[in-house]
Nanobody, 124 residues
Framework: QVLLAESGGGSVQPGGSLKLSCAAS???????MAWFRQIPGKEREGVAT????????KYADSVKGRFGISRDVPNNVLYLEMNNLKPEDTAMYYC??????????????????WGQGTRVTVSS
């Protein structure tokens, strides 16, 4: 069974930090993986994506310099370290896995396997 399970969400004050984890099972590490976020009434937004090896990453402009995506390949775990959090980062965060070999992109349609999401709230 293919499964992605996120954890690590929570509530923090502006300027705080959180680290999200996504444990993958049922498939290998040969595809791009990514983090997306979504707030009610808005489209899902790509946050960061990483190559199968974890050596290449892309970020949305809104999180560059504040967020870091990484990948523990042997254990098949994806991370998102979020620093200097802002209220506008409040959203449900999802991890996702691509299903074919291609350049990693922040397009939701590229990803076929999704986790259930973990909520991040940034508020004073």
């Amino acid at each position: 069974q293919v499964l992605l399970a996120e954890s690590g969400g929570g509530s923090v004050q502006p300027g705080g930090s959180l680290k999200l984890s996504c444990a993958a099972s049922g498939f290998g590490t040969e595809y791009c993986m990514a983090w997306f976020r979504q707030i009610p009434g808005k489209e899902r937004e790509g946050v960061a994506t990483t190559s199968p090896s974890g050596g290449r990453a892309k970020y949305a402009d809104s999180v560059k310099g504040r967020f870091g995506i990484s990948r523990d390949v042997p254990n098949n775990v994806l991370y998102l370290e979020m620093n200097n959090l802002k209220p506008e980062d409040t959203a449900m965060y999802y991890c996702a896995s691509d299903y074919t070999y291609r350049t990693c992109r922040l397009r939701p349609d590229d990803y076929a396997v999704w986790g259930q999401g973990t909520r991040v709230t940034v508020s004073s």
